[in-house]
């Protein structure tokens, strides 16, 4: 071999030896919010190979303490605790930020660790209003960072397959996707204001929330049910099955948002989101998607997550991490499952950040599934049907909708591209 052809075929070799080292490399992360959610995810990033979980990160001492503990008998690794997640952004050995925080911190939070070089695994809603998801959106693409959303359902094999076959048009044309969403949770009560909790950060946990005093019926979980932070049942878990809805029918944003529902169950305590909340999406090419929040009754005929999918030729129905097929004489023709859970989803996550895969959820479409809660939250609180325009979902006509469009913002936390 001439010494040039050595020299260049040496280089290859050591360009390609390099990139797969890098791809291979070990990769740190730091997981901000330790509920029951986000020590999950500590726990079950930590089990996977070639990953560091270097913090968790909570507002509660005590609850950082024990996602701590959980990593190291679940995981056999000792992350660092911290209070302060901006403890994970200075540290530069860290590739990630897992955010599974209230929501009003998981847009804020996600923009600030683009801005610090991290990549973003963020929990649904990737936002806690529209303007803040695009603000997500735009930040992702301005440092060149990953943001995927926890909507694992994009990762499941037999989802995927049922998308396939839609795609491939097993049921015909499909024009409409029903989704739902059902639970039997209690009344919140009627809370006092109190002094936070002896080892809680309020301040910190409030963040970019304009300032409230503490009641006793705001955390851990409540806060959910509560607009000042919260984006309710349908933020919540509606998320899942709109989103799932969308992809099925190939669709972006909504011609115009319709909604019913309200308090129906517990009238006499602090809630202020709907438990009952019934949405109904119009898009453009004759298609619809509707959504149906039970907070309060589980039904007999669906499972808490179900999505169904209506075409010309039958019909799609997916429980779960599985689907059946029907003729349109409700006659079962074919049918699929598989895994679900959260291991494949982080696992794409980690995949695109060395580069051997793309997000099954980029930003862009977590946002745009965000964005149909959204309008069907502010649907709700203006009483009356949005219309939108299709290219970016945003309310046509309507000044006072559109004041729900963005939040205000504590001096100095409103977020920055």
């Known amino acids: 071999m001439h010494r040039r052809q050595f020299v260049a075929t040496a280089g290859m070799l050591a360009g390609a030896s390099a990139l797969r080292a890098k791809a291979n490399r070990k990769l740190v992360l730091g997981v901000m919010g330790c509920g029951d959610r986000g020590t999950s995810h500590a726990v079950n990033f930590a089990k996977l190979p070639d990953v560091e979980v270097a913090y968790v990160c909570d507002v509660d001492k005590a609850r950082a303490e024990k996602a701590a503990k959980a990593v190291q008998s679940k995981a056999k690794q000792s992350p660092k605790v911290t209070g302060d997640f901006r403890t994970i952004l200075d540290d530069k050995s860290v590739d990630a930020l897992v955010c599974a925080t209230g929501n009003h911190w998981h847009a804020p939070a996600a923009i600030l660790a683009c801005r610090a070089g991290k990549h ?45 076959k839609i795609r491939e048009g097993v049921i015909g044309r499909t024009y409409l996707a029903q989704s739902w969403y059902t639970n039997t949770r209690k009344s919140i009560g009627k809370g006092k204001l109190a002094d936070p909790p002896e080892g809680l950060d309020y301040e910190l946990w409030q963040g970019p929330a304009p300032r409230r005093p503490f009641r006793t019926t705001t955390l851990h979980y409540t806060w959910h049910w509560f607009w000042h932070w919260g984006n309710g049942e349908l933020g919540n878990n509606g998320v899942h ?18 909604s019913t529902g309200g308090k129906f169950r517990f009238g006499d305590d602090d809630q202020e989101t709907p438990d ?28 808490q997550f179900d999505v169904q999918f209506v075409g010309e030729n039958g019909s799609l129905s997916i429980h779960d991490k599985s689907y059946t097929i029907s003729d349109l004489n409700g006659k079962e023709i074919g049918k699929g499952s598989g895994p679900g859970g959260d291991k494949d989803h982080l696992n794409n996550f980690l995949a695109a950040i060395r580069g051997e895969a793309k997000l099954n959820s980029p930003i862009s479409d977590g946002h745009c599934s965000t964005l149909y809660c959204h309008l069907g939250n502010i649907a709700h609180r203006t009483g009356r049907r949005l219309k939108c325009d299709p290219a970016d979902g945003k309310i046509l006509n309507d000044p006072e909708a559109m004041q729900l469009w963005k939040r205000q913002y504590e001096p100095g936390w409103e977020p920055n591209v």
């Open 120 to 164: 973003v695994y963020v929990e649904k809603p990737c936002s806690h209003n529209p303007w803040e998801g695009e603000m997500l959106v735009a930040a992702a693409r301005q440092h060149d960072r990953l943001v995927q959303m926890g909507n694992q359902r994009r990762s499941w094999p037999a989802l995927q397959e049922a998308m396939q």
């Open 241 to 258: 099955t709109i989103d799932v809805a969308r992809w099925g029918l190939g669709a972006e944003y909504p011609e115009a948002v319709s």
């Open 276 to 303: 009952t909340h019934v949405v109904g999406f119009d898009l453009p090419d004759r298609k619809a998607i509707t959504w149906e929040g039970l907070s309060c009754n589980k039904l007999p005929q669906v499972k």
